[in-house]
């Protein structure tokens, strides 16, 4: 996926979940923030940030900030370009792709996307990944009741016989293995276990990070310690 305008700037503060403070050609905008995890240890003043101008010219906020570097490294934060690229990853991900509809109603939860490819049909939620620790790509970042739920409703449509996926879409390149933050979330990462062990596919894929653009690359290795 591509963004249309992209400009750099430098993060100064973010005084709620939605909003940072960012230096643009020497003035102080207000940016909108499509990403509702802490990120901690990447919005840290100084940062130097990308933004995309937003497309609709009636909205509060002129940019989004969309990606972070983390020293040399560029992070994206966007929470919405997880399943767009995951959409497209699809094609490769499963041969002879024929369908797929974005938010999935099952029971009372839904999930991110429904494929077909042949006669195969694929239950997917897909989570976005910022947070890296010493090579090893970890979600959530920040407790998810949510995320929880969603790995539940995979574990009983793959108990009934049904092709369920988790899929990680590590929003950076070069981790070399995935796992779940058991220590923020532990239990996202008790539900990740059982969901491997019912036979849900728990699968990670990393993405090359261009300032105005966010592709998925290959698939890493999951571990579950």
Same mark, same amino acid.
């Given at each position: 996926? *591509?963004?249309?305008?992209?400009?750099?700037?430098?993060?100064?503060?973010?005084? /709620?979940?939605?909003?940072? #403070?960012?230096?643009?050609?020497? $003035?102080?905008?207000?940016?909108? %923030?499509?990403?509702?995890?802490?990120?901690?240890? =990447?919005?840290?003043?100084?940062?130097?940030?990308?933004?995309?101008?937003?497309?609709?010219?009636?909205?509060?906020?002129? @940019?989004?900030?969309?990606?972070? @570097? &983390?020293?040399? #490294?560029?992070? /994206?934060?966007?929470?919405?370009?997880?399943?767009?690229?995951?959409?497209?990853?699809?094609?490769?991900?499963?041969?002879?792709?024929?369908?797929?509809?974005?938010?999935?109603?099952?029971?009372?939860?839904?999930? +991110?996307?429904?494929?077909?490819?042949?006669?195969?049909?694929?239950?997917?939620?897909? &989570?976005?990944?910022? =947070?890296?620790?010493?090579?090893?790509?970890?979600?959530? +970042?920040?407790?998810?009741? *949510?995320? %929880? &739920?969603?790995?539940?409703?995979?574990? &009983? #449509?793959?108990?009934?016989? $049904?092709?369920?996926?988790?899929?990680? %879409?590590?929003?950076?390149?070069?981790?070399?293995?995935?796992?779940?933050? +058991? /220590?923020? +979330?532990?239990?996202?990462?008790?539900?990740?276990? $059982?969901?491997?062990?019912?036979?849900?596919?728990?699968?990670? %894929?990393?993405?090359?990070?261009? $300032?105005?653009?966010?592709?998925?690359?290959?698939?890493?290795?999951? =571990? #579950?310690?």
């Amino acid at each position: 996926m *591509r963004y249309a305008q992209v400009q750099q700037g430098w993060f100064l503060a973010r005084p /709620n979940r939605f909003i940072a #403070l960012v230096e643009l050609d020497g $003035k102080q905008v207000v940016c909108h %923030v499509n990403n509702t995890g802490r990120c901690q240890e =990447l919005l840290r003043p100084g940062a130097e940030v990308i933004l995309a101008e937003a497309q609709r010219p009636d909205r509060k906020t002129a @940019y989004d900030l969309i990606a972070v @570097y &983390k020293e040399q #490294l560029l992070i /994206n934060i966007d929470s919405q370009a997880p399943n767009q690229v995951a959409e497209e990853y699809l094609k490769r991900l499963f041969p002879g792709l024929t369908s797929v509809r974005r938010e999935y109603r099952v029971g009372d939860s839904r999930l +991110d996307l429904y494929a077909e490819a042949g006669e195969r049909q694929v239950y997917i939620e897909v &989570k976005g990944c910022t =947070l890296e620790k010493a090579g090893i790509a970890m979600f959530p +970042d920040a407790p998810t009741a *949510r995320g %929880v &739920k969603h790995l539940h409703t995979l574990i &009983k #449509l793959a108990a009934e016989g $049904k092709e369920a996926w988790m899929l990680f %879409v590590i929003q950076m390149d070069g981790p070399r293995c995935f796992q779940p933050n +058991d /220590n923020i +979330d532990p239990a996202f990462g008790q539900a990740l276990r $059982k969901a491997a062990a019912a036979g849900v596919h728990i699968h990670a %894929v990393d993405c090359c990070v261009e $300032k105005g653009g966010l592709f998925c690359q290959k698939p890493i290795s999951v =571990l #579950l310690p």
